[in-house]
T-cell receptor, first 116, second 113 residues
Framework: GNSVTQMEGPVTLSEEAFLTINCTYT??????LFWYVQYPGEGLQLLLK?????DKGSNKGFEATYRKETTSFHLEKGSVQVSDSAVYFC???????????????FGQGTILTVHP | NAGVTQTPKFQVLKTGQSMTLQCAQD?????MYWYRQDPGMGLRLIYY???????DKGEVPNGYNVSRLNKREFSLRLESAAPSQTSVYFC????????????FGPGTRLTVT
């Protein structure tokens, strides 16, 4: 079956530090890949996505590249801010038809805390 | 648009009690989902509804039932709550024109004692 593995957290950084959160996946075929962010007390929001190999998703200074050869989709940001403190989830959606079309498989989440 | 709304925000139940978690979306989405979020386990799919009138089991359906009341509403029922069902529950929906993005509600934090 499909699965997503994220690096263990929590991750604690100082403001303006470089961020990497690793994500690897197992899936048949060519899934779409996502990063979702959950701010304290809120639901999940889509941060960025990539739908095919070598695509780079980007948003709010965050980037992730779909690497099929290493089955990875690592999240990076060059300079984090205190407001980036949140839980980050890597997820995949199998590109199959029928009723499974919208279902997401999530990683376990990585807590990021950024200090001033 | 309110997006995806969930009620209640918090609930405490005793073992064996029943309750229904409500979810509604005002975005005219066809597909809706119920997830539970547990520490260190990410989100796991409980049930989903690809369209009005259809429901299907997800990864962890045991102990739950769902009803797709109409296109807007998708409820999750716990008939006899157990401590293992203590979790945060999220409802989500997906746009037919933007199938790459799920829109999540704010969540219901449920504690079963």
């Amino acid at each position: 079956g499909n699965s997503v593995t994220q690096m263990e957290g929590p991750v604690t950084l100082s403001e303006e530090a470089f961020l990497t959160i690793n994500c690897t996946y197992t899936a048949t075929g060519y899934p779409s890949l996502f990063w979702y962010v959950q701010y304290p007390g809120e639901g999940l929001q889509l941060l960025l996505k990539a739908t095919k190999a070598d695509d780079k998703g980007s948003n709010k200074g965050f980037e992730a590249t779909y690497r099929k050869e290493t089955t990875s989709f690592h999240l990076e940001k060059g300079s984090v801010q205190v407001s980036d403190s949140a839980v980050y989830f890597c997820a995949l959606r199998a590109n199959a038809g029928g009723t499974s079309y919208g279902k997401l498989t999530f990683g376990q989440g990585t807590i990021l805390t950024v200090h001033p | 648009n309110a997006g995806v709304t969930q009620t209640p925000k918090f609930q405490v139940l005793k073992t064996g009690q029943s309750m229904t978690l409500q979810c509604a979306q005002d975005m005219n989405h066809n597909s809706m989902y119920w997830y539970r979020q547990d520490p260190g386990m990410g989100l796991r799919l409980i049930y989903y509804s690809a369209s009005e009138g259809t429901t299907d089991k997800g990864e962890v359906p045991n102990g739950y039932n769902v009803s797709r009341l109409n296109k807007r509403e998708f409820s999750l029922r716990l008939e006899s709550a157990a401590p293992s069902q203590t979790s945060v529950y999220f409802c989500a929906s997906i746009s037919p024109g933007r199938v790459y993005e799920q829109y999540f509600g704010p969540g219901t934090r449920l504690t079963v004692t």
